[in-house]
């Protein structure tokens, strides 16, 4: 099962994602996005690359995690299709983001920005979780 | 879902919601609506939106929103906030993540008779020679110091490569380019995001469009602006691309974390603000600046690029075919204005996101070819209906800061819209009208079908009876390339 759900808004689109730990959140919230930006070409070449972001508070690091991702695909040219072994320490992120090129994606959205609207990271019995706006 | 909040009706077209209503708002909020708009506005929670923007410290007058407004992240979408220069804040969900979206309109010599043979043949060239739609990348390879240059200098970057005329920038808001601009402050990041994306239109509701003039409102203004019926005009909307957003994204954050600095709360973090005269305030207004002067290099290179393949597209030179810009303008941007506040002439930070400025004649900062007519302001409808022509009017400086709406906006979500196309040829059923459009991508064409948007009519027609523009032309479409 997908770590992630989809919705509308009027004018963008957003998702819902959750996870065991806040590491998996994480993940889950990256994977979502990417689900909404394409599909990747399943033969294409897959590299690593090794990521660490920072904030003050952990829905800034997700707000700042996401758009480093999203900064990566427009800037760089590098198309997520993974991660592995993420973890979070005092709001700080490291993970390894498994990724193929941009022109290998079959592209379903230009995602502007992540938004903040909203952006609230909850705690629940079986995890975490967070509903995640994308300006498209 | 926003039908708890207190609307007191002060004239046909205006209601205020009293500062009373939420113990943040500093002033009181006004919105521009018909009772049919008003209906579709209460659905989603832009009225909220717009009483937590009347939160900002240093706001004046009042926040204000008009009749296309939906919801945004932040400000709404047609969301307008005044905030003092000297003791007020600035912030980037007052502008939106696409600074410097806006709006160009160039007329031509062609008459729609001549055309409407040849519409899907032009159609064609457009999309072949204007790059459009996700991931699209601009055909001139970029160096950072090109793109610093073109941070700088806005519209006359691309007119000094050949890319326009000295009167393009003449009939350009701010002559094309914020002077303030510093191109030192963008990010990396944004340099990145924005290197190979100038010359592009860029995806979502972005588009280009080839319409021609349907009904003339005011024969005299429309003649000074150039248009008369039948004539083909040619409509570009588009903004900062990547570069843009990611300007926003980095003060976004930078402003959150800000914030506590400077003992300010706000209701949303997307209104995250510090004060206009912090370093981070300055910071912001200068990378600002210098995406709107990307945007509008942007608007400038795919004038031109739409101008060469009509050219191709007819065979026909520069002369014949007479494609002059009448008019570009923002719809999300600050500027710094002078207003009059409480009887004083005051300097405030104009932030109009999803609003279009529109002068009153004889103010000194639009075009002198249109100090008697009030500035062009340029209202895009949806790909099946109509867009606007509208003219600035004196009574929106006392009423809205001198600004109107900036479209149709949107009444049903992406989704929404995939799902109510289901079982239906959209780019079909607009060939069937005469409406001819390409798009790399047929979900896009879903998600921007027109029943997505409010009827821009009644839309205009509220800014019309309101005081806040006066209608001048409708402008009908009969080919569309969409992002």
Redesign the interface.
Same mark, same amino acid.
């Given at each position: 099962m997908r770590g992630f759900r !989809? #919705? &509308? *808004? *009027?004018? %963008?689109?957003g998702i819902h994602a959750r996870g065991a730990t806040l590491a998996n959140l994480f993940d889950n919230a990256a994977l979502g996005m990417y689900h909404l930006m394409?599909s990747p070409d399943p033969a294409a070449p897959r590299r690593a690359k090794k990521l660490a972001v920072s904030? &003050?508070s952990e829905? @800034?690091l997700l #707000?700042?995690w996401l758009?480093e991702l999203l900064?990566l695909y %427009? &800037?760089?040219a590098m198309f997520g299709c993974g991660l592995a072994n993420t973890t979070i320490v005092d709001n700080r992120i490291t993970s390894q983001l498994v990724w193929i090129p &941009?022109d290998r !994606?079959k @592209?379903? $959205?230009?995602l502007?920005? !992540? *938004?903040? $609207?909203r @952006?609230a990271i909850q705690r629940s019995p079986d995890g975490f979780r967070a509903a995640i706006?994308f %300006? !498209? | 879902m926003s039908a708890h909040i207190p609307l007191e009706k002060i004239s046909q077209f205006k209601y205020r919601i009293p500062s009373s209503f939420r113990p943040f708002m500093r002033v009181p909020a006004v919105v521009y609506a018909s009772p049919e708009l008003l209906e579709k506005i209460r659905e989603d929670q832009s009225l909220m939106q717009v009483c937590n923007s009347a939160s900002l410290p240093g706001i004046v007058g009042c926040a204000i929103a008009m009749p296309d407004m939906h919801f945004g992240y932040g400000l709404p979408i047609g969301g307008v906030v005044a905030t003092d220069w000297d003791s007020g804040v600035v912030s980037p969900g007052g502008v939106g993540f696409d600074i410097n979206c806006g709006v160009r309109l160039c007329r031509t010599n062609l008459m729609r008779s001549e055309i409407n043979e040849k519409k899907h043949l032009i159609a064609d060239m457009l999309y072949r020679m204007v790059p459009s739609g996700v991931g699209s990348k601009g055909k001139v390879k970029l160096s950072k110091s090109d793109l610093q240059r073109a941070c700088r200098m806005g519209s006359k970057f691309a007119v000094e490569r050949g890319m326009g005329e000295q009167r393009d920038i003449e009939v350009t808001e701010a002559g094309g380019s914020v002077p303030w601009a510093d191109p030192e402050i963008p990010s990396d990041h944004a340099y990145d995001r924005g290197k190979a994306q100038l010359g592009t239109l860029g995806s979502g509701n972005h588009f280009l469009e080839v319409q021609y003039v349907d009904e003339i409102f005011d024969e005299e203004i429309a003649a000074s602006f150039g248009l008369h019926k039948d004539q083909i005009t040619v409509m570009i909307h588009s903004g900062s691309r990547g570069f843009g957003h990611q300007v926003c994204t980095d003060f976004l954050g930078r402003m959150s974390a800000a914030m506590h600095k400077y003992g300010i709360d706000v209701p949303d973090r997307q209104l995250a603000c510090v004060p206009i005269k912090s370093p981070e305030g300055r910071e912001y207004l200068g990378a600002m600046a210098a995406a709107a002067n990307y945007a509008w290099a942007n608007r400038q290179i795919l004038m031109h690029l739409a101008r060469d393949a009509f050219m191709q597209a007819l065979s026909v030179g520069p002369k014949a075919l007479g494609m002059d810009l009448i008019y570009d303008h923002a719809h999300n941007i600050v500027k710094k204005e002078q207003h009059i506040i409480d009887g004083k002439r005051t300097t405030v930070a104009v932030h109009r996101k999803g609003a279009t400025r529109s002068f009153p004649p004889g103010h000194p900062d639009i075009p002198p070819r249109y100090s008697s007519t009030g500035q062009p302001t340029l209202i895009p409808g949806d790909m099946g209906r109509c867009s606007y022509v509208l003219a600035g009017i004196a009574s929106s400086m006392s009423e809205s800061f001198g600004t109107t709406c900036h479209g149709a906006g949107r009444v049903m979500s992406r989704s929404a819209a995939v799902k109510a196309c289901r079982g239906r040829a959209i780019h079909r059923e607009l060939e069937d009208q005469g409406i001819i459009v390409r798009s790399a991508d047929i979900v896009t064409i879903k998600e921007e079908m027109p029943e997505a948007y409010k009827d821009v009519s009644e839309v205009v027609r509220v800014c019309h009876e309101a005081g806040l523009s006066r209608r001048v032309a409708r402008l009908k479409p009969m080919a569309v390339v969409k992002g």
């Open positions: !989809v #919705f &509308g *808004t *009027t004018a %963008d689109i394409g904030a &003050g829905e @800034l #707000f700042r758009s900064y %427009d &800037g760089k &941009g !994606v @592209l379903r $959205h230009q502007k920005a !992540v *938004t903040m $609207h @952006l706006i %300006d !498209v | -």
